[in-house]
Nanobody, 116 residues
Framework: QVQLVESGGGLVQSGGSLRLSCTFS????????MGWHRQAPGKQRELVGS???????NYADSVKGRFTISRDNAKNTVDLQMNSLKPEDTAVYYC??????????WGQGTQVTVSS
């Protein structure tokens, strides 16, 4: 089992920036994929960005060019730098990791609110 703890959410004005951080612990040796998802009220959870062991990243079209995902293997963290935030980015953001064998773990979520 992997434990995930997110931090860095908050309230920001449109055009502003926030950096989310996710620290993972426990059975981490077989994690091969990490990502950030978000869920807005009344909407399904969606992938925002992901990164694999090779460092290959993937982003939702809606955040390309504005968000950057990165990981620090020494610190066991995966971060999401969010720039040029828009009101439509308002959501609860969740950190996610996938282990070999397909097992997934989720963080508790952190609220991001962007005011217009």
């Amino acid at each position: 089992q992997v434990q995930l703890v997110e931090s860095g959410g908050g309230l920001v004005q449109s055009g502003g920036s926030l950096r989310l951080s996710c620290t993972f612990s426990g059975r981490i040796f077989d994690i091969y994929h990490m990502g950030w998802h978000r869920q807005a009220p009344g909407k399904q959870r969606e992938l925002v960005g992901s990164i694999d062991l090779s460092g290959i990243t993937n982003y939702a079209d809606s955040v390309k060019g504005r968000f950057t995902i990165s990981r620090d293997n020494a610190k066991n963290t995966v971060d999401l730098q969010m720039n040029s935030l828009k009101p439509e980015d308002t959501a609860v953001y969740y950190c996610n990791v996938v282990q070999y064998g397909g097992r997934q773990s989720w963080g508790q979520g952190t609220q991001v609110t962007v005011s217009s």
